[in-house]
Structure formats: structure tokens, C-alpha cells
């Protein structure tokens, strides 16, 4: 998928800013991994990720609500409401589980390295 908005919204931006551990960073940060992030649009299925996937982001849920598979079956349903959904979807690292869209979704997706490493994901 292609991102869909090359610059943020005031609301958009206002919950990336909500993101642990995008708070967490000094100010000059978090300006640079606002500017380098990207939104993406996904339909129902769409894959945000393959479990066995090993990649340099940190994906975030803007938006609808995220299914985390494994071997096809539905392990965990993830909402934009839900508190949880302030963390990454992703770990550092291989991933565990495929997380697939459950209908309209929107992510928020950053370089981790901008986020300060695996060992910062992790301690958050």
C-alpha cells in the first residue's frame, strides 16, 4: 500500500503525539519521526505485516481495528479505542503474528530507529 497523506491532519498528528514511546522523545525527535512517518489506508484483510517478517518500523493504529493471526485463526483483536492500541503493533525483531486489517484502518508507520532502538520499544 502507498501511504495516503504525505502531510498529518491536526487530529492525526495530536494521536501520533499519544504514541508510547513517540511522548516519551525531546521534541526535536518526535518533529523528525512525525516528518518521517508515513499513514497508510488498509481495507478488511489487508496484511500490515506477515508473522515471520523482520523489517525496520514500528507501526501504529490511527484508526478501525487490527486482527493478529496465527496459522489464519484469529489470536487477538486490537481496536483504536482500546488502550493497548497506544503501544506498536509490532515487536522488535521477528514477528510472532500476522496483524491484518479488520476493516477500515488507517497505521501510523515510523523507522524504529528514530524511536530510539528496540531495547526503548521494549522498556515502554
Do not use: C, N
Not at 22 to 30: C, F, N, S, T, Y
Not at 44 to 61: M, N, V
Not at 93 to 102: E, H, L, S, V
Amino acid at each position: 500500500a502507498e501511504p495516503i497523506e504525505p502531510r498529518f491532519d491536526p487530529v492525526t498528528e495530536r494521536r501520533i503525539r499519544e504514541f508510547m514511546p513517540l511522548r516519551g522523545l525531546p521534541a526535536d525527535k518526535l518533529q523528525a519521526a512525525i516528518a518521517l512517518g508515513q499513514v497508510f489506508g488498509l481495507a478488511t484483510g489487508e496484511i500490515i505485516f506477515a508473522a515471520g517478517d523482520r523489517h525496520e518500523y514500528s507501526h501504529f493504529l490511527l484508526e478501525g481495528a487490527v486482527q493478529f493471526l496465527e496459522d489464519e485463526r484469529q489470536v487477538r483483536r486490537l481496536d483504536a479505542t482500546d488502550i493497548e492500541a497506544l503501544r506498536p503493533l509490532d515487536e522488535p525483531g521477528t514477528q510472532r503474528w500476522t496483524a491484518a486489517a479488520d476493516g477500515p484502518t488507517r497505521i501510523f508507520r515510523v523507522p524504529r530507529a528514530l524511536l530510539g532502538g528496540p531495547d526503548d520499544l521494549s522498556a515502554t
